[in-house]
């Protein structure tokens, strides 16, 4: 239990010569819920593809529990959950229909769980793919990466089209009738910062290509401040220079020697306009 559940090593992935991901080096722990936080092309759709086998990085290399992402075996592959950010289904299907042929293929799909999580998430389950609204294929995506009980979800902008009372009940689901001793691992990229913020333990911010930041998400409440500071001087425990350049604007990590320990904290939502803006 002492490797990471999910880690990126290096990873580096070019699309027409640009770099979409840029020597990106990332671990997620055990039982870990982690915010994958970033603009619209920052990479990480790139990035949680690459975690899962769907793509290849030019260098560099992801793990998932202990394979390589691009050999993983069939037993770690019973125990992941992978939702895309576009609803990836067969439009003349219905979600019972869905429900009927995606089980046969997972030992533990349990029916009476998903349609517990179709009627948790108010899904219709007599219509065609085609026919369901964008929020409704999200539910429907949703359902089907856990109806087997993955003990790893993957999910890209999973509630982006969600109304705010269908996405409370999707992130209480994430963490129902789960044993204490098989944790789930979640890594979630979304734009819903206050969604994000009232379940994830770890945070990590991504910006063209690139790691800015990652963190245990109380640890970077705790220590994180911004600080303002004389225009010519870098603090002690600088982490990034604040967009408000000509206001002398830092985020501190006040756990460094010699930082200041006055400033304001941020919440999550300040953070990403410190660090993207």
């Known amino acids: ?7 990126a090593h290096q990873v ?3 699309y027409k010569s640009k770099a979409i991901l840029d020597l990106v080096n990332l671990q997620v722990p055990h039982g870990a819920v982690l915010g994958l936080v970033g603009r619209n092309g920052a990479g990480k759709s790139t990035l949680l593809r690459s975690f899962v086998g769907l793509t290849v990085p030019d260098s560099g290399y992801c ?3 202990g394979c390589l992402s691009t050999e993983l075996s069939d037993e770690v592959r019973e125990r992941l959950g992978y939702v895309a950010q576009t609803p990836d289904l067969f439009d003349w299907l219905t979600g019972d229909e869905h429900f009927e042929r995606i ?4 030992a533990h ?4 769980r998903a349609n517990a999580l179709a009627v948790q998430l108010d899904l219709p389950l007599f219509t065609k793919a085609k026919d369901l609204s964008l929020g409704d294929q999200q539910k429907l995506s949703v359902v089907l990466a856990m109806g087997h009980d993955p003990d790893v979800l993957i999910l890209d902008e ?3 089209s969600l109304d705010p009372l269908t996405r409370r009940a999707f992130m209480r689901a994430l963490f129902e009738n789960r044993d204490g001793d098989r944790p789930r691992t979640v890594v979630i990229s979304s734009h819903l910062l206050n969604d994000l913020e009232r379940v ?3 945070v990590a911010f991504i910006r063209e290509g690139r790691i800015q930041l990652a963190d245990e998400w109380d640890a970077l409440t705790e220590h994180l401040r911004l600080v303002q500071v004389p225009n010519t001087e870098t603090p002690c425990g600088a982490v990034f220079k604040s967009r408000r350049h000509d206001q002398g604007l830092w985020l501190v990590d006040t756990r460094q020697a010699g930082a200041p320990l006055a400033g304001r904290a941020l919440n999550l939502d300040d953070l990403f306009l410190e660090l993207n803006a």
């Open 1 to 7: 239990m002492n490797e990471p559940i999910i880690c």
């Open 12 to 14: 580096r992935h070019f």
């Open 63 to 65: 793990k998932l529990g």
């Open 103 to 106: 089980g046969r293929l997972y």
């Open 109 to 112: 799909w349990e029916q009476d």
């Open 158 to 160: 999973p509630v982006a």
């Open 200 to 202: 994830v333990t770890h």
